[in-house]
């Protein structure tokens, strides 16, 4: 009879062991909570919430007691019930010591989230610094899309990274100055809510232009206070910005409305006469099945005239200073009008299913001389390139977790389309942007891209295996309107992208992974149908292998080595409207990132890396990739609510590296830092930007560019640059309401 009552006493605890309880963790205002952690002080289970903040916990019954953390919250208690359980976090100050590494893929975009939390964004060009490694560089008075370094890339305006806005695609495919064109101006700083990174080939989820990683930013859906904001700063700088709650603190929907607006005449002899604005609208609600509904709407719009990139032999011989030009009718103007529908929906507890759907017009008007007087000495070598493109598209995921004989397996099935339409794609010989000379190029594309995926993750206790695959189909059409009689030449092609990562978690505090993928970047249509649709989606192979490690409970590291193959492909170059092969090449490099905190204020971080990039197919010593970054390390220390003042400073440096394939030519490098300080006294901000506080003389941008001047007999080839900013200081004053 004994041992009875012990089986039986043992099976009730296993049966309510066993029960599964279900529930939410939501913040103050009813919005989720994503990637809170909950324990099972009972039973030691433990659950990560989803993005709708939903979690599950197995081995839990009502009357236990879970603890939760999550990120920039005060750390709970909350007892289990029968149904119901909604959790509410309240607001708290980042600790450093509450983060948890979770067993994911993504594991490493609790470092943008530490990021954001510790030095807010501010400006346009921080958006995309916020990602570990990731440089840019501005070189057309402001209006054009940055240039952009990364894993020993010159990514140029973004042909081997894939931005996205909220689902939207932002690089633009087959574009008239560069393939994958990527200007993120449309984005407001201060809506942006969660910046989502990760390098290499390696995520089944992202296709074209993945390579050397991929950057997707999502806006706010709520803002829990309007406020409006001036700024004024040197070089005749004037930026003012308003978001406005539209509905106030309702429970199930929320509207607003961000607007900025900037001027400037930047640091140049020649002014830039800059401008730009931006308006984006955002309602979001809480449908009766608990789906999740977002509209947004916004359009930008922006102007400028630019000094161009200046060559080394006229600041040598003192013809004109640093900030001067060789021709100041440089500029353009250019505009994006975007709409996009996301819809998110939970079919139970271990399914959901999420879907935006998108519209984008886009215009783009672009003047720029780079070589002077070299192919024309008469008129100059001015050229235009200008598009007017419609973009549509969608994208679909459903996720499902389950069991296979105790393993649990979390299943992603997407499938979606992008399709460009652009009109009178036109590269043309100009003078002073008013008189056409010769049109270079001019045609109509048509560009598709089909992709579905399927990506798993089994999770084996401490070892999470992740292998997925990618199916991309493409439809390249160019009608080309320089030709006599009418042509519409058309290729497609097939592209399979499989990929297999490990996950290994030994606790809380300490993971490995080793990535492996194969990824690509298209090349432009013009390119495709004028080599017949062969090696046009030039596959890249990479491997990771890295740690996230908290040695302390405030101090996370993480590190990597890693290797990146790309196979030969075929490049347009916009400016020349020519076809260049660039051959096979290997990049290869380590990566070590730091975030200490210091006490509950003062937060520490740097992250250095290192890259070894060489062509495959050139003889030693003539293998150099131009302008490839060799070394680059960024840092800072920020400060958080000491007695309403916050703030920091930071640095940045690029080493040198080589602008050209041999090294003849070097590009240099620079260390710059930064400065910001902010006091809040009641709902008023004031705050104090400056930019390079040590005043230091750097080119932003350096091309190995061969010119030749209007009196100069003969040409010559060094580097022509873009100067960095000098000292720069702008105030602001933002109130709340």
């Not at 292998?545 to 492909?569: C, D, H, M």
């Not at 070894?612 to 010593?621: F, L, N, Q, V």
């Amino acid at each position: 009879m004994k041992y009875l009552i012990l089986t039986i006493i043992t099976l009730l605890g296993f049966s309510a062991y066993s029960q599964i309880q279900k529930g939410k963790v939501l913040d103050s205002d009813g919005n989720p909570v994503e990637n809170a952690y909950l324990v099972n002080t009972n039973s030691e289970s433990h659950a990560h919430t989803n993005e709708f903040g939903a979690f599950s916990l197995d081995k839990t019954v009502e009357g236990n007691i879970i603890k939760v953390t999550a990120l920039g919250y005060k750390k709970s208690n909350f007892t289990m019930m029968a149904s119901d359980n909604i959790i509410v976090m309240e607001d708290d100050i980042f600790r450093l010591n509450e983060i948890v590494i979770q067993p994911k893929l993504s594991a490493m975009n609790v470092i943008s989230k530490i990021d954001l939390q510790t030095t807010p964004v501010n400006s346009s060009q921080e958006i995309l610094r916020k990602v570990p490694g990731l440089f840019i560089g501005q070189h057309a008075g402001g209006g054009k899309a940055e240039q952009i370094f990364l894993r020993g890339f010159d990514i140029d305006h973004g042909t081997d990274i894939a931005i996205s806005v909220d689902g939207m695609p932002v690089n633009m495919v087959s574009h008239a100055h560069g393939q994958g064109y990527a200007d993120l101006h449309f984005v407001i700083p201060e809506t942006v809510e969660k910046i989502d990174f990760g390098k290499g080939t390696y995520y089944a989820n992202k296709g074209d232009f993945a390579t050397a990683g991929y950057v997707a930013f999502q806006t706010k859906d709520k803002i829990e206070k309007s406020s409006i904001g001036v700024e004024v700063g040197h070089f005749n700088t004037f930026r003012t910005v308003g978001l406005f709650n539209l509905l106030g603190n309702q429970k199930n929907q929320s509207a607003y409305i961000a607007t900025e607006y900037i001027l400037t005449d930047g640091p140049f002899d020649s002014p830039q006469n800059f401008n730009r604005i931006n308006l984006l609208g955002k309602y979001s609600t809480i449908l009766s099945d608990n789906s999740k509904l977002s509209v947004m709407g916004s359009r930008f719009n922006s102007k400028w005239d630019a000094s161009g990139q200046i060559p080394q032999r006229l600041i040598d011989n003192g013809t004109i200073s640093r900030f001067g030009s060789v021709d100041d009718t440089e500029g353009g103007k250019t505009s994006r009008t975007n709409f996009n529908v996301s819809w998110s929906k939970p079919i139970d507890e271990n399914t959901f299913f999420k879907a935006n759907a998108f519209y984008s017009n886009y215009q783009f008007e672009l003047y720029s001389n780079f070589t002077f007087f070299l192919e024309d000495p008469i008129n100059g070598d001015q050229i235009k390139q200008k598009e007017y493109r419609d973009i549509y598209g969608l994208n679909a995921e459903l996720n499902r977790k389950t069991k296979w004989n105790d393993v649990n397996v979390l299943l992603q099935y997407g499938v979606g389309f992008r399709s460009d339409a652009t009109t009178d794609s036109e590269l043309s010989h100009t003078l002073n942007r008013k008189t056409v000379l010769e049109n270079i190029k001019l045609g109509d594309i048509d560009e598709s891209n089909m992709f579905s995926y399927v990506n798993s993750e089994f999770n084996f206790g401490k070892l999470m295996i992740n292998p997925a695959i990618r199916l991309d189909y493409f439809k390249f059409n160019y009608q080309d309107k320089l030709n006599v009689n009418y042509t519409n030449e058309s290729e497609s092609k097939v592209k399979f992208s499989p990929k297999l990562n490990f996950i290994y978690s030994e606790n809380n505090n300490l993971q490995f992974f080793v990535k492996s993928g194969i990824g690509f970047h298209s090349n432009d249509a013009r390119v495709v149908v004028a080599n017949n649709g062969k090696e046009i989606l030039p596959t890249a192979i990479g491997t990771d292998i890295g740690t996230i490690w908290k040695p302390f409970p405030r101090l996370i590291v993480n590190s990597a080595l890693w290797y990146l193959y790309l196979e030969q492909e075929f490049v347009y170059v916009g400016d020349a409207g020519i076809v260049e092969p660039s051959g096979k090449s290997k990049r290869m490099g380590a990566e070590l990132g730091l975030r200490y905190q210091l006490n509950d204020w003062l937060y520490f971080d740097a992250d250095a890396n290192y890259t070894y990039a060489r062509s495959i197919d050139e003889p030693k010593g003539e293998n150099y990739i131009p302008l490839s970054p060799d070394f680059t390390t960024t840092g800072g220390l920020s400060f958080q609510k000491i007695n309403g003042f916050s703030g920091g400073i930071r640095y940045r440096y690029l080493k040198n590296r080589p602008a050209n394939e041999d090294n003849s030519i070097v590009a240099k490098g620079y260390f710059i830092s930064d400065l910001n300080v902010n006091y809040q006294y009641k709902n008023i901000n004031f705050g104090v930007a400056v930019e390079n506080i040590f005043n230091t003389e750097w080119n932003e941008t350096q091309f190995a560019t061969e010119s030749r001047l209007q009196n100069e007999p003969n040409s010559v080839e060094e580097i022509h640059f873009t100067p960095g900013t000098p000292f720069f200081m702008k105030g602001k004053i933002t109130y709340t309401f």
